[in-house]
């Protein structure tokens, strides 16, 4: 069974900085897509990006020049890099990984944005 991990997650105020990780506990990161997503209070989960197998990169408007996506295939690891943080990225962001019919979530981590 495949698991992923989250990480990185906290307090930062607007304007700020955080990179959040997704370990995975086996390979699949070189075979599956990927992404991550948030769900904030009240709200439904929703997409932040996409890692695709072959490497390549999107992302909803919301977050568009401030969120990359990037991945350590030799780690097994995703990381969301966040920058210019705005009150309205905090959620909880979790990691997923996906190919035909299996996919796999994290618990989530929590970011929040707030002065």
């Known amino acids: 069974q495949v698991q992923l991990a989250e990480s990185g997650g906290g307090l930062v105020q607007p304007g700020g900085s955080l990179r959040l990780s997704c370990a995975a506990s086996g390979s699949i990161f070189s075979s599956h897509d990927r992404g991550w997503f948030r769900q904030a209070r009240g709200k439904q989960r929703e997409l932040v990006g996409i890692l695709s197998r072959g490497g390549r990169t999107s992302y909803v408007d919301s977050v568009k020049g401030r969120f990359t996506i990037s991945r350590d295939n030799a780690k097994n690891t995703m990381y969301l890099q966040m920058n210019n943080l705005k009150p309205e990225d905090t959620a909880v962001y979790y990691c997923?990984?996906?190919?035909?019919?299996?996919?796999?979530w994290g618990k989530g981590t929590l970011v929040t944005v707030s002065s």
């Open positions: 997923k990984g996906w190919r035909g019919d299996s996919d796999y």
